[in-house]
């Protein structure tokens, strides 16, 4: 059976259990059926895919004969889908061992069981399209399954509009998708991505489809100022569901844009990866700032998810840069760090809203300012979403770290490129980029202190316990993989060359051969990293100082009240808050980029009313962009709304003039 | 042969690292107190109060957890690791090839990462208050030392420290724009990452105006000793990194024998002095400067590296 089959067996298999799901969800047995068997189909298709990207057997197809009449959907397995479906399956397998327990606690079964490996086939299917129509179609059927799963909880406050504003952005993604497609497909109107990767396209045709891709797979991954739908909609969907939106949809994203912009474009030229930069840089700062300003735990990791969709995109602009000037290596290492770094995200970011899950499961609370002392009543989910949140941090040796290294490293490589604009722009981005790394690091000290750490600042979280096994299995699985990417990322590097091979036509060297494993992008004389002996070394001298410090020293220890300055009965209350935490950063940044204002209302001496902080925070894009389209779009509708009342006859001359008009602009036109 | 002299030197330079971190702080304090014409500790104090940590009993908060009492290690370890990654006294380490300058900020944020969380745990307005200071800083600090390490990198062509400091020592450099401004971003870099005046100061405890101390007032004894230990090697770390890079004088070049690792030690000793004295010189000079005018010292040295930087992408010869 060839590769392609098998992971078309894999698809009937999901939407065979989305169907069964609607027959069995309203039995108890419902939620372990679905999830287990998901389970098992997503690692078949993990295994599969794997075995298709490190086998080397080329890339395989096949046609079925549905979709277009005379046309047939046609799907392809090669090096670049095979990574992603890895991605994909990868975070489907965690998510479905993770609803194994989670599940049990959904209030509404049936409006996410059979939408769930509805939403996964149509993932998966993305992935494998090889023509356009079926392209289109199975990106909507993605869209659509996602937009059911937010809307899993509608009565929720907030929901619906996150589901509205959700099915408004997905829809004009897709009509950018639509758009850009049928520029590739020409007048010829040639649907297969075969056809279309052998035609000639024009400069202007090319220009057109990087906009529309920008518009159409951006929106969906989440760029700046096209994110505004995420941080309502991934936060809405049940926790495991926002993993694999947060973590896996926003990477099928990401394949389209490699899809199309390097594949079936074929060389996308340098002034788009100046663009792709300058995007990437201002989503990485911005979706990490907004992060920092944020208290509800959920949309906290949403907005960090759109930090690192533009690391990724910043790292493709890098690999757009070079390959348009023919710089191979260089070309090589920035792809592989975007495609390492996706990867990685995936695994951190499906962990920590697994982590966000189980606080939610444990205390029905997403507000980081009412919770709080985690650390002691879930002891393994705590740990769990530590490694998670060092990982994000990009700190050594964990995987994030090691995908930002090599960004670094391709930034560095810049001077080499012949345009002045690009020579000034690359050390910019790179600074943007190590901003946006400091920042989240101290996004997530705040995220896990807050949450996790200190006091508890409600009685929900005083009576928080740990979650069911299931669920921290699955975190466990994920935080392992967060370590193992980190101390071993020769081998993922190396799995990655296929990939790179197929799209640039190169490679990075060799890393398994490298001594002791370590990884080297260019050459050992210019930079090297060995995550596997900086944690041996970390491990060995934190062992040998604790084996001296229990030996030599004093082994007394005392437990007492903390030192609260004399007030020794402070309320949790006055702890530092999110908000707290955030205010000197809020103030060195959010002045200029959210016009941020705190405004005190302090009493007089001898009132006893509590004084009051209200800060205020504008959404920029939102006011400045979305909100004047808004205004318009009802202004216009407003006045078109006679047109509803009209009698027949007005309709039909109506119609009449319009078809009229139409053969005369047709007529001059040609 | 080679690979038992070059484990002999990491060995050094590991140990040397250890001994000599608290006395630079001694020394440092000592400058002070003269220079205000006082008496001062003996320069030995660093190690005494160590010792007398090491021996005190440790009060835990009720509420401290288990992150609380294994931060003070991994602190140590991971500055510990950073610093014998920076050459001292020779270039041309053993495992210099396991974590280039950029992993190094990274362990040093890997410190201030936990040391920041740990801040957070027993849940005091104190500790909060210096992790939320603490990380407002590293948020520009860290950005502005990636910028040096960048502007480094393109001049060498290499972001190994070692290497790099094998080639500013060896080759003839001479003076350059981007190296100036990123000796002066890297000092106002190392004054902010190291907690001292201007940015911060060392010596206040239970003022409001203070960020590192106020993060670690809940610990005492071995977890303190280990903290402060930390502190001090961080020190050293960044004189030593300043010195290898922009002042490789006489440091020896990787297997030039023992003569010249003779010299090479002697030669850093005599760095780390001066280094001190103008530390301890600029800090009696100058005054504390409030939490919120940080950012605009702070987003100099960003500035002066980026600059540094694009002026080496416009030409090599800068």
Redesign the interface.
Known sequence: MSAVALQMICVAALLGLAVLAIAISRSKISTAVIYGATLAVSAIAVAGALRGLLGGAGASTLTLPVGLPWLGAHFRLDALAAFFLVVVNLGGASASLYGLGYGHHDPAPHRVLPFFPAFLAGMHLVVLADDAFSYLLCWEFMSLASWALVMAHHREPGNARAGYVYLVMASFGTLALLLAFGLLAGPAGDYGFAAIRAAQHTPYAATLVLVLMLLGAGSKAGLVPLHVWLPLAHPAAPSHVSALMSGVMTKVAIYGFIRVMFDLLGQPGWPAGAVVLFLGSITAVMGILYAMMEKDLKRLLAYSTIENIGIVFVSLGLAMAFQANGLKAAAALAFTAALLHALNHSFFKSLLFFGAGAVLNATGERNMDKLGGLIHRMPFTSFAVLVGCVAISALPPFNGFVSEWLIFQAVLQSPELPQWTLKIMVPAVGAMLALAAALAAACFVKTYGVTFLGRPRSTAAEEAHEVDRFSLVAMFILAALCLLAGILPGLAIDALAPVATQILGGRMPAQAVQPWLSIVPIAESRSSYNGLLVMVFITASSSLAVYVIHRFASHALRRGPAWGCGFTDATPAAQYSSVSFAQPIRRVFGTLVFHARDHVTMPPPGDLRPARLRIELHDLVWSRMYAPIADAVGFLSMRLNRLQFLTIRRYLSLVFATLVTLLLVLAIWT | MDVISDIIVQGVQMLLVLLLAPLLTGYVRKVKARLLRRQGASVFQPYRDLLRL??????????A???FRVTP??T???V??AA?LVPTFATGLL?N????L??IV??L??A??FL??A???????????G???E??I??????AM??IV?CL??VA????LS?VSHFLASSYVGLRVSLGMALVALFMVAIAENARIPVDNPATH?ELTMVHEAMI??YS??HL??IEFGAYLKLLLYVSLIACVFFPWQIALYGTGALSYAIGAGAYIVKLALAGFLLALFETATAKMR??RV?QFLGAA?ML??LG??L???S?SF
């Open positions: 090491l021996r005190k009993e440790v009060v835990l908060a009720d509420n957890s288990w992150l290690y991994i140590f370890a991971a510990w690791v014998a495992f090839w396991t974590a280039d950029i992993a990274a362990l944020g890997s201030r990462f920041a969380l801040g957070m745990d027993v849940g005091t307005s104190f500790g909060g208050i992790s939320s200071r990380v407002m590293a948020t520009l600090a860290e950005p990636l910028l960048f990198a393109l062509g290499s972001t190994q290497t239970l007032l809940e004894g071995r000793a280990m939490v919120f950012p960003f590296g980026l930087t694009l080496l992408f416009v090599r």
